[in-house]
């Protein structure tokens, strides 16, 4: 089976990039950007709320290891889907919370994970489903920030533990022995 991709926008994407790099069938995780209209933005481009993307992240995974629609539980496991335009003391439609499918099987799927993490939350999941679009990977120092320069950010200090715990938590059996490198 060939390895398959999937883009998720839950945030900072330090954050959830972190998170999915744990996960044993993940072969790699990129920061990057997804869903505007500015070609080949710039990190300062996006941050400022003008150019329509999300920071995003983009998993190659082995689906015969990690099923799409596990990575799709995960991702609603490890970020609130009921903030719109926002996680945490992250504001803008940059940080929203999206899906953006890379073909109809992956679009019915994000569907049915909408409707399931639905049962768990009490308020209204706005996670939005939006067609795929042009991937810009982000400047390198946004590549696999956690294990380098994140775990001394004070953000990231505050942020990235508690997903990962709940991440553990979890799904705990599907923890990869060794994280990925991005």
């Not at 993940?26 to 003008?50: A, F, R």
């Not at 920071?55 to 539980?73: C, Q, W």
């Not at 009921?82 to 019915?108: C, H, K, V």
């Amino acid at each position: 089976m060939m390895d398959e991709v999937a883009v998720f926008a839950g945030g900072c994407f330090w954050c959830t990039e972190a998170v999915f790099l744990q996960l044993q069938g993940v072969k790699s995780v990129e920061s990057g950007y997804t869903g505007g209209q500015t070609v080949n933005p710039t990190y300062k481009q996006v941050c400022g709320g003008d150019t329509g993307h999300a920071e995003a992240i983009r998993i190659t995974f082995d689906p015969a290891e990690i099923a799409f629609s596990d990575l799709l539980d995960v991702f609603f496991a490890t970020h609130d889907p009921t903030q719109l335009n926002r996680q945490g003391n992250d504001i803008g439609t940059q940080y929203r919370s999206a899906i953006f499918p890379q073909d109809e099987e992956q679009e019915a799927e994000a569907h049915a994970a909408i409707k399931r993490a639905q049962a768990d939350h009490l308020q209204p999941i706005v996670t939005t489903i939006e067609p795929k679009s042009d991937w810009y990977p982000a400047e390198d120092y946004h590549q696999d920030y956690w294990a380098g320069e994140g775990q001394s950010n004070a953000y990231c200090l505050a942020v990235i533990p508690p997903k990962l715990a709940k991440l553990k938590s979890k799904f705990g059996a599907r923890l990869s022995e060794e994280p990925q490198p991005s």
